[in-house]
């Protein structure tokens, strides 16, 4: 009788510390979860999820600067571009002076990345922190319409 007794009290206690282990377990695995969601382990999803891969992009950063080309990775910390290109003002517009959309775009000119005089290559890892959107640009755009002639013209 003592014996089942004590097989009984011993079965109990292995349950016990058991069922302990597991709920430890979901508690490390939710504090991990939410960790990683509220403290900067970013969730960024498949590539697909920020960029059509067969078109170019828009890619906005906090500083005012944009650039155009593809998105070619998206992790945690950082947005892949690649076949880079941005735009530079030709004039200086007046503040004030009424403009028409063909005058706005007679004052800029695309710019491919990699002829500047500190010579970067044609690919940009940008910290994923100073993105604020990117954007699929249309195949009829004025940007992608400037990026297939430099191409056709290489």
Not at 12 to 32: D, E, G, P, Q, R
């Amino acid at each position: 009788m003592l014996n089942n007794q004590m097989d009984s009290t011993s079965q109990t206690n292995k349950t016990k510390i058991i069922v302990s282990v597991l709920i430890l377990a979901v508690i490390i695995l939710l504090f991990w979860s939410m960790n990683s969601l509220f403290f900067g382990g970013k969730s960024l999803g498949r590539l697909s999820n920020w960029a059509d891969v067969t078109k170019y992009q828009a890619v906005f950063l906090t500083n005012g600067q944009v650039y155009f080309g593809k998105v070619a990775d998206v992790n945690g910390q950082t947005l892949v571009l690649e076949n880079i290109y941005y735009l530079r003002s030709n004039s200086a517009l007046q503040n004030g002076e009424a403009t028409t959309t063909s005058q706005l775009a007679d004052n800029f000119a695309l710019i491919k990345l990699g002829n500047e005089i500190h010579g970067p290559q044609d690919k940009m890892s940008i910290n994923i922190n100073q993105v604020l959107f990117v954007e699929d640009l249309k195949d009829n755009s004025k940007v992608v319409e400037a990026i297939k002639g430099y191409e056709s013209r290489k």
